[in-house]
């Protein structure tokens, strides 16, 4: 049976799976859904000591998690740094056959994937400055209304339920008042 080595190229329907032989020898190439079904039911399918590699990206962290019991090793690799990639013909299988090679030689750098602890914090802090963001730009975007009408607006009073009355009584042109509520 011996070492398998995989590269999957991962899009958001489907996966593209290269398998090598020790020496290199291409055993097998396959399409599947990008489920953890499909993926699962073929890496149990290979037989032998497996190794996995893919880049990093939006499936990047559940593939992870998911693939990492059923192999001996997983390299979820940074994909600006495979310079072999980049060489001769592009396609999904390509890639996959690339990744595949450059995992049995040892050249890929894995990517730090750290516990789905860590995994789930950096999410939530990643969601949490998004909504700080969303929330500045309509706050600036309703003191924009106002100041485009020559209205003083300074301060947070804007922004309060309780005042909203007396700020939009000032809106006087057609349609404005909609967009500052």
């Known amino acids: 049976m011996g070492q398998k080595y995989v590269g999957l190229d991962v899009h958001q329907s489907s996966t593209v799976a290269a398998v090598q032989d020790e020496q290199g020898k291409s055993v097998m190439e396959s399409i599947m859904a990008t489920e953890a079904e499909a993926i699962g039911d073929f890496l149990k399918g290979l037989g032998g000591t497996v190794h996995v590699t893919f880049e990093e990206g ?9 693939v990492k019991p059923l192999v001996a090793k997983v390299i979820v690799c940074n994909p600006r740094r495979n310079k072999l990639l ?17 995992l049995r030689c040892g050249q890929l750098k894995p990517v730090y994937h750290g516990t789905p602890g860590v995994r789930l914090l950096k999410e939530l802090v990643h969601s949490y400055d998004s909504l700080v963001s969303d929330t500045t730009r309509v706050m600036n975007r309703v003191k924009a209304i106002y100041r485009g009408r020559a209205i003083r607006c300074g301060g947070r009073d804007v922004y309060y339920q309780r005042n909203r009355g007396r700020w939009l009584e000032q809106l006087t042109e057609p349609g404005v008042r909609e967009r500052a509520m």
């Open 86 to 102: 980049a060489v001769g013909n592009k396609g999904d299988r390509v890639d996959a056959q690339k990744l595949a090679e450059l």
């Open 58 to 66: 939006t499936q990047a962290a559940w593939l992870y998690e998911m």
